[in-house]
């Protein structure tokens, strides 16, 4: 059984920071692909940040290069969404999953596990 617990939302104002985590339970950590997603009202599930396998190259969507990090520690299966320069249309909920595909990391539906999600609010 696999469980994704994530924290560290919160409301911040523009230009400010926040990093989220997501403690991963189970033996997919590694071996599969791990991306963070968010969804704001309205508007479908979009990627973010992720990875192709533990220690592989990360891959952002154009809107959070350069702002947002995505790191791991694999001695507590345990990823990571620095996200700094907050703006406005970065109020979403934000979700971390994991067991997708390496070779198709961009879309949610090919994720396996899903957390329950965190409320991030950027106020202008």
């Known amino acids: 059984q696999v469980h994704l617990v994530e924290s560290g939302g919160g409301l911040v104002q523009a230009g400010g920071s926040l990093r989220l985590s997501c403690a991963v339970s189970g033996s997919t950590f590694s071996s599969s692909a791990m991306g963070w997603f968010r969804q704001a009202p309205g508007k479908e599930r979009e990627f973010v940040a992720g990875r192709r396998r533990s220690g592989g190259m990360t891959v952002y969507a154009d809107s959070v290069k350069g702002r947002f990090t995505f790191s791991e520690d694999n001695a507590q299966n345990t990823v990571y969404l620095q996200m700094n320069s907050l703006k406005p249309e970065d109020t979403a909920v934000y979700y971390c999953?994991?067991?997708?595909?390496?070779?198709?990391?961009?879309?949610?539906?090919?994720?396996?596990?899903w957390g329950q999600g965190t409320q991030v609010t950027v106020s202008s």
């Open positions: 999953a994991a067991g997708g595909p390496p070779w198709d990391i961009l879309i949610a539906s090919r994720y396996d596990y």
